[in-house]
């Protein structure tokens, strides 16, 4: 029997067609409030209800497509759809109706979505390219019968830029050999063997399959079964070339999120980088190494958006952790995305590593800069002359560290006496954002906590940029090479904030506070 909502939604899709979803979405709007309890400013969120993964990200016509799981009748995890956004900017964003709904095959689970500009699939016209979307069909029917075949390959396209999807008829496009955990295809085309390749997580690992018309799918290859981190399942991957900073260099870079087991317990993405020739991925790494994209816990299922010049590579990750997703104190929505990061390889005195950067659109929100007079730090000091409320702010921090041993950070406080504290360890040698006593953390036992980032440049100084958008923390470290996402529950909005030294002095070279605008 499927539950009463998936009954719901196809029995408004049969009735009234597109424009049941059409309203409904609508209406939803019109219930949006901006200044309720944690809502992020700038941050995309669903205008209310269930959000998890980014799905089906492409840039198409000047647009930049999101997709997202999400669940329209429920604050908590259900029967999913493509809830759908897009933005000329990355910043602002347009709601739009539901692009997916359940149908006979299954709920709508995590994907991409590509343009299909040579028309290989006959779905559109050369004159008028479709966007292919190309996704997990989960049958929860199925499932529950005690089968193991429950996930399966689809596809649905639109000609019309995205506005009105149609589901193809020959669905599902790839069936499932019988693998519980069999999902979150990401496509691409490659040039170099001119085929389109698929990389689909599979339990403990990912599989290559290519096609040249993206109905028709073949399994090329599989990686990953005994490299990198194994304490949970695969999901979402993405494979993508970048060339190294400052180098000729290219090479291959794969994303996998792992649920558990991910560097902090529960959701995380971990990377390999490598080589890749349409079949085959080579690790340049030893089959132990686990990198991380992110330290914190909270940026999970992110993949890069798809049609945008090669080696622009543009990350957005799920700000949440499945520890807690479900159980978050918010109440009319739940979730938000990251910002949207740039990413690049550097190379590093560690080896070679992805870093992230916020988009340089974030100049779009940037409202006034204060700039802080540089010197000696020796304890707290409050930042009291700030014109602005910091809560929604972007912070540049450079500290050349004039002692061994001493810690530096960021106090971001509120009059209720909760704390979040941003900083370098020295000791531990690790970036940090400590969420132990920033809010409310009693609806998880797996919430509080400080999460460490490893420092893996050796230069003399520390280089904080934190972006912070009432409930969340995202900090960009030594220009992106230690990143640590951690959001967080104050019971009232934080907007005192300090600079510590702990431990000795510091001196601070540079400092910049931006207000960052509302999108709302
Ligand atoms: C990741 C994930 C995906 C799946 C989707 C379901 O967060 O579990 O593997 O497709 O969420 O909503």
């Not at 991409?112 to 028309?119: G, H, L, T």
């Not at 918010?330 to 740039?342: D, L, V, Y």
Request: charged share 25%; glycine share 8%; net charge negative.
């Amino acid at each position: 029997m499927k539950n009463i909502p998936f009954l719901y939604a196809c029995i408004l899709t049969i009735v009234f067609g597109c424009e049941a979803g059409k309203e409904k979405t609508d209406d939803l709007d019109a219930e949006t409030t901006p200044t309720e309890n944690h809502r992020p400013q700038f941050h995309f969120t669903p205008p209310r209800m269930w959000m998890n993964d980014p799905n089906g990200m492409v840039y198409h016509k000047g647009e930049y497509h999101l997709f997202y799981q999400h669940y329209p009748d429920s604050t908590v995890w259900g029967p999913m759809h493509w809830g759908h956004a897009v933005s000329k900017d990355l910043m602002r964003w347009e709601h739009l109706p539901i692009a997916l709904y359940p149908d006979s095959l299954g709920y709508i689970f995590s994907g991409s979505a590509i343009v299909d500009k040579d028309n290989t699939s006959g779905l559109g016209t050369r004159e008028n390219p479709p966007i292919i979307a190309i996704y997990t069909y989960h049958d929860e029917d199925v499932r529950r019968s005690g089968r193991n075949d429950f996930q399966t390959q689809g596809i649905a396209f639109s000609t019309d830029e995205g506005r009105t999807w149609k589901k193809y008829e020959g669905n599902p496009v790839l069936n499932n050999p019988g693998i519980e955990d069999f999902r979150d295809p990401k496509v691409f085309w490659h040039e170099g063997t001119k085929m389109w390749i698929m990389i689909l997580a599979v339990r403990d690992h990912v599989e290559f399959y290519n096609s040249k018309d993206l109905k028709h799918w073949e399994k090329s290859g599989e990686f990953g079964k005994a490299e990198g981190a194994h304490g949970g399942v695969w999901e979402c991957p993405d494979l993508f070339s970048l060339t190294i900073d400052g180098d000729q260099t290219q090479k291959w870079i794969m994303l996998v999120s792992i649920n558990p087991g991910g560097i902090h317990g529960g959701s995380a993405t971990q990377y390999f980088i490598g080589s890749f020739d349409g079949k085959t991925f080579t690790n340049k790494n030893p089959a132990s190494t686990t990198l991380w994209v992110d330290y914190g816990k909270d940026n999970y299922a992110g993949v890069t958006w798809s049609n945008i010049a090669d080696d622009n590579r543009i990350f957005l990750g799920w700000m949440s952790n499945w520890q807690y997703a479900n159980v978050v104190p918010t109440e009319k929505w739940r979730s938000a995305m990251t910002i949207p990061r740039t990413l690049h390889l550097v190379n590093t005195p560690s080896g070679i590593r992805v870093g992230s950067r916020p988009v340089v659109e974030i100049a779009t929100i940037r409202q006034g800069t204060e700039e802080l007079a540089s010197g000696e730090i020796n304890g707290n000091i409050p930042l009291t002359d700030i014109p602005f409320d910091v809560s929604t702010s972007e912070m540049l921090l450079e500290f050349e560290l004039a002692d061994e041993n001493v810690d530096v950070g960021i106090e971001l406080s509120n009059e209720k006496g909760e704390k979040l504290l941003v900083g370098f360890d020295a000791a531990q040698n690790s970036y940090y954002i400590d969420r132990r006593n920033a809010g409310k953390k009693d609806f998880s036992d797996d919430f509080a906590g400080i999460h460490y980032a490893p420092r893996v440049l050796e230069t003399s100084s520390i280089k904080l940029h934190l972006i912070l958008d009432v409930a969340s923390a995202e900090l960009f470290a030594d220009d992106g090479t230690a990143v640590i996402t951690d959001i967080f529950f104050p019971q009232e909005v934080m907007t005192n904030v300090s600079i510590f030294s702990k431990g000795g002095r510091v001196n601070l070279k540079a400092g910049r506070i931006t207000r960052l605008a509302s999108i709302w």
